[in-house]
């Protein structure tokens, strides 16, 4: 089966997933595996015209992988994750979206 994107994790990312126990950062990697073969909306979703969102719920925590495509890459489809975080709610924080976009233009700078 063809994956329908690639994924990029920047470092923001590794060290959030190495900060959760075992188990929950097994079900976010499996999530992510996941929704790159199919469409699903409860595991990734567009929050606003250029950041995405990874969602992963487990054991009753919420977490949130926060995302772009990469629209420069000669590749046919990158997700670049810019950082993660818990949360309590459903609502994403103003903050952690603005955090997201400021990754993202460092990203296309560097790049």
């Given at each position: 089966?063809?994956?329908?994107?690639?994924?990029i994790?920047?470092?923001e990312v590794d060290e959030f997933l190495?900060?959760?126990d075992d188990k929950t950062r097994e079900k976010v990697v499996y999530n992510l595996w996941k929704v790159r073969m199919i469409n699903d909306s409860e595991l990734f979703k567009k929050l606003t015209d250029?950041?995405?969102e990874f969602r992963?719920?487990?054991m009753?925590?919420?977490?949130?992988?926060?995302?772009?495509?990469?629209?420069?890459?000669k590749q046919p489809k990158i997700v670049v994750c810019t950082h993660g975080f818990a949360k309590k709610d459903w609502k994403v924080p103003k903050q952690e979206?603005?955090?997201?976009?400021?990754?993202?233009?460092t990203y296309y700078t560097e790049k």
């Open positions: 089966m063809e994956y329908r994107f690639d994924i994790l920047l470092q190495d900060s959760l250029e950041i995405w992963t719920r487990y009753g925590n919420q977490v949130r992988l926060l995302a772009f495509m990469d629209k420069y890459s979206i603005d955090k997201a976009l400021k990754i993202m233009k």
